[in-house]
């Protein structure tokens, strides 16, 4: 099985553009989270999402950001405008509905960074 | 979410059982105590969650005391690659939940 996959692992983008950011959850995974880590800092959630439906995003700055997860294909974090402030790891989780396993299953990341 | 206290750094031996605490005082009744472990640069592993029995797994044991108010993590065998941020983290169960990192507890494993 493959686990949780992000891409682009490397992302660099000047101020100003935009950057988009791709996850797959598990085979069989419906609930996706993205989290964002700033250099020396911990995780930090954004937003859990379900196929279609936003179900909490406390933690997406108001501007700027948004994320989706459409029924067909990854889910998606997007962040417009790109400032320097924006560099750092952003990970995915995947989570299997009302299972047993409790476990969060993360990808490995893209690290984006503005120039 | 209830928050947790954990030591900022530890030294373990090599081959040598490493034992991680945790401090939960103000969880409630129906939150579950999970374990993670970052290596650097890599993405956040799951290791092991319980609610008032202990756990064991394949990677760990969870040790949790009568009154919930604080945790170990046993790493039985300590390698050099378990050096690791391990984070300690309280919250409901039953998935659909989003967790709180805190800022962990970074194990070093000497040789």
């Known amino acids: 099985n493959a686990g949780v996959m992000q891409n682009p692992r490397h992302l660099v983008r000047r101020r100003g553009q935009e950057a988009r950011l791709r996850c797959s959850p598990m085979k069989g995974h419906s609930h996706v989270y993205w989290y964002r880590q700033l250099p020396e800092e911990g995780l930090k959630f954004m937003v859990y999402?379900?196929?279609?439906?936003?179900?909490?995003e406390s933690g997406m700055p108001k501007e700027r950001f948004s994320a989706e997860f459409p029924k067909e294909g990854p889910s998606i974090l997007r962040i417009q405008q790109v400032v320097r402030g924006d560099s750092a790891a952003y990970f995915c989780a995947s989570h299997k509905d009302r299972s047993s396993d409790y476990g969060y299953t993360f990808g490995s990341g893209t690290r984006l960074t503005v120039v | 979410d209830a928050k947790t206290t954990q030591p900022p750094s530890m030294d373990c031996a090599e081959g040598r059982a490493a034992n991680l605490p945790c401090n939960h005082s103000t969880i409630s009744g129906n939150e579950y105590v999970y374990w993670y472990r970052q290596i650097h640069s890599q993405g956040p592993q799951y290791i092991i969650h319980g609610l008032k029995n202990n756990e064991t797994n394949e990677m760990a044991s969870l040790i949790i005391t009568e009154d919930r108010k604080s945790s170990t993590l046993i790493l039985p065998h300590a390698t050099l690659r378990d050096t690791a941020v391990y984070y300690c983290?309280?919250?409901?169960?039953?998935?659909?939940?989003?967790?709180?990192f805190g800022k962990g507890n970074q194990v070093v494993v000497i040789p």
């Open positions: 999402l379900q196929k279609e439906n936003i179900i909490d």
């Open positions: 983290i309280v919250g409901p169960g039953g998935g659909n939940n989003r967790l709180a």
